[in-house]
């Protein structure tokens, strides 16, 4: 059974992650493929939304911890830099939507993981741990750039030091993600947001993802100037055209992602 489930269907790539009886822990094969599935979905121009879960009671553990003291560990020195660097600039630079659906627990560099999508939810009894601290780590996975900027400095501080278990009602309060869905609706709750990104425009959602990463570390002079650039790459695609035709011919409006 591959480390990794994946399909492509009426325009959405969905990602499970598939080691349920490690919670979908990490070990170096399954890093590799989900770059390389990333890069798939990247060059696929039949795909415009992506939807990242996991199989089984949680979403990610993160690191598998017995690999680490396994046979052949992969060195420390390459963990970060050829695992999990590449996957967080990968969603991070895929110019379509990734919706990660949190079906469980997620924890160390599963929740930072998850945290980098474009849109997180999650299941009612899911649950977000910055793990790393219990076992002497510091976070990673781009945790001490997003976690900050979600939830504020001082909330950000005292989770990843002191490594608490929140909830995912808790997690939404504090903007850390976007909604929580009840257990028996989540699966169809959280695919229909798949669905509905894979019919819009899909250029103007790469723009603007472009646009609100280039915000983090912009002045607003700079951000200005990049929403002028990324508005005129906007305006001049297929689908602009088709959103204001549609709009004046009172019909619904059939965007092709061009
Ligand atoms: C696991 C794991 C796991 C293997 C659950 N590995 N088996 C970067 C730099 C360099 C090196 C290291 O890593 C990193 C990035 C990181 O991600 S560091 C952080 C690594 N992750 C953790 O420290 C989390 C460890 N796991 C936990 O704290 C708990 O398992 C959580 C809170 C996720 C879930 O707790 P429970 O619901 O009580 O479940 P459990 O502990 O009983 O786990 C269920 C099974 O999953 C169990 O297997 P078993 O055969 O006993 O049923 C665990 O061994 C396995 N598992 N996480 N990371």
């Known amino acids: 059974?591959?480390?990794?489930?994946?399909?492509?269907?009426?325009?959405?790539?969905?990602i499970t992650l598939n080691r349920p009886e490690k919670f979908n822990a990490f070990d170096r094969s399954m890093a590799l493929l989900l770059q390389s599935i990333l890069d798939d979905c990247a060059a696929d121009k039949s795909i415009r939304a992506i939807y990242l879960t996991g199989n089984g009671k949680a979403f990610?553990?993160?690191?598998?911890?017995?690999?680490?003291?396994?046979?052949?560990?992969?060195?420390?020195?390459v963990i970060l830099s050829e695992h999990y660097n590449p996957i967080i600039t990968r969603i991070r630079n895929i110019e379509k939507p990734v919706i990660?659906?949190?079906?469980?627990?997620?924890?160390?560099?599963?929740?930072?993981i998850a945290l980098s999508c474009d849109i997180v939810v999650a299941t009612a009894?899911?649950?977000?741990i910055q793990a790393f601290s219990k076992i002497g780590l510091i976070p990673d996975s781009g945790g001490t750039f997003t976690l900050?900027?979600?939830?504020?400095?001082?909330?950000?501080?005292?989770?990843?030091?002191?490594?608490?278990?929140?909830?995912?009602?808790?997690?939404?309060?504090?903007?850390?993600?976007?909604?929580?869905?009840?257990?028996?609706?989540?699966?169809?709750?959280?695919?229909?947001?798949?669905?509905?990104?894979a019919i819009m425009p899909t250029k103007s959602l790469a723009y603007t993802?472009?646009?609100?990463?280039a915000s983090l570390n912009n002045s607003l002079e700079?951000?200005?100037?990049?929403?002028?650039?990324?508005?005129?790459?906007?305006?001049?695609?297929?689908?602009?055209?088709?959103?204001?035709?549609?709009?004046?011919?009172?019909?619904p409006p059939l965007f092709k992602g061009e």
Request: proline fraction near 2%; charge should be negative.
């Open 209 to 213: 993802k472009l646009a609100l990463n």
């Open 148 to 197: 900050p900027r979600l939830v504020g400095f001082q909330k950000a501080s005292a989770l990843m030091m002191l490594g608490d278990k929140i909830n995912a009602a808790e997690a939404e309060r504090m903007g850390m993600i976007y909604k929580v869905f009840a257990d028996e609706e989540f699966k169809a709750d959280s695919f229909k947001i798949a669905e509905t990104l």
């Open 125 to 128: 009894s899911a649950s977000f």
């Open 100 to 112: 990660c659906a949190v079906n469980g627990v997620a924890a160390g560099a599963g929740a930072n």
């Open 60 to 77: 990610c553990a993160g690191q598998d911890l017995g690999e680490l003291v396994g046979q052949n560990p992969p060195g420390f020195e």
């Open 222 to 251: 700079e951000q200005l100037k990049k929403e002028d650039q990324l508005q005129f790459l906007a305006a001049h695609t297929a689908d602009f055209n088709e959103g204001v035709q549609s709009f004046i011919e009172k019909r």
């Open 1 to 14: 059974m591959s480390s990794i489930l994946f399909k492509k269907e009426k325009s959405i790539a969905t």
